[in-house]
């Protein structure tokens, strides 16, 4: 079974997308019927729903429609990585709300779109201490320049379980190996950090190849290893680089080396431990 701990799912006539305006290639209805038709077909046996960045009065809402989508019988989706807004003076008060939300795993601020310096801030920092304890995951979206501020957020935060989304979006269009690794190499020193394989064909170009892929995935297995790396779709965001299918076959061909039992770890099992979901969904 394969485990996606990266999807999307977009519902116009629901919530507000802001960002949308500015992509128009997603720019769509991208519904759970969708997703899980392919899904199933190519071995994914259960997903986590990612945060789409809504508009701030939606993020609320965005987890209730997945706690519906979640709550259908033979739904593919075990919980949610909610929004959150830690540089706002209101997040202990959402923080306990979310403890009425049993489907909520983790939380996500996107940071890559933001100012390079929030989570620098006193209480940004402060906030996402408070996740110590409570068994929610924070996923890091950042890009290469931001990784080290991400590693700051770890330190500072080393009793929280933080994930590195799309291996720290490396630019493999423009061939910006050199300026992504030695950050990676650097906050993979974090124990409490766990890489996301996922993102990786939405960043190379309209002709990428799986020879384009190696480098870098080779340098995030040196240095996570197996033991820490999650596997995410990035649906439908990677309909930018070839689609769910693609992904999936190129995923399987960056594993073909590995173990069984590696193959594994990175398909479900560590990802099963990090969010405490059911072994069989």
Known sequence: M????????????????????????????FRYETYAREARRLGIGAALHMEVDVAETDIEAETALIAD??????????GAIAGCRPESADFAAYLDRLRGRPEVRGLRRVLHVMPDDLSETPRFRDNIRQLAGTGLVFD?????????????????????????????????????????????????????????????????ADSWTLDDLKPYFAHVVEHFGFDRMVWGSDWP?????????????????????????DRAKVLSRTALALWRLPASP
């Open 69 to 78: 989508l979640a709550g259908q019988p033979g739904s593919l989706i075990v």
């Open 140 to 204: 890091l979206c950042v890009l290469p320049h931001q990784i080290a501020k991400a590693t700051a957020l770890a330190d500072i935060a080393s009793d929280v379980a933080f994930v590195l989304d799309h291996c720290g979006v490396p630019d493999i269009r423009s061939g910006g190996f050199d300026v992504w690794k030695g950050p990676l190499a650097e906050i993979a020193r974090r124990p409490n950090v766990t890489v996301k394989l996922s993102g990786l064909p939405a960043y190379g």
């Open 237 to 261: 965001v990677n309909t930018l680089g070839g689609g769910l299918s693609t992904w999936v076959g190129a995923t399987q061909a960056l594993l073909a080396d590995a173990s069984q039992d």
């Open 2 to 29: 394969i485990v996606d701990t990266h999807l999307h799912l977009i519902y116009r006539d629901r919530l507000a997308y802001p960002w949308l305006a500015g992509a128009p290639a997603l720019d769509a209805d």
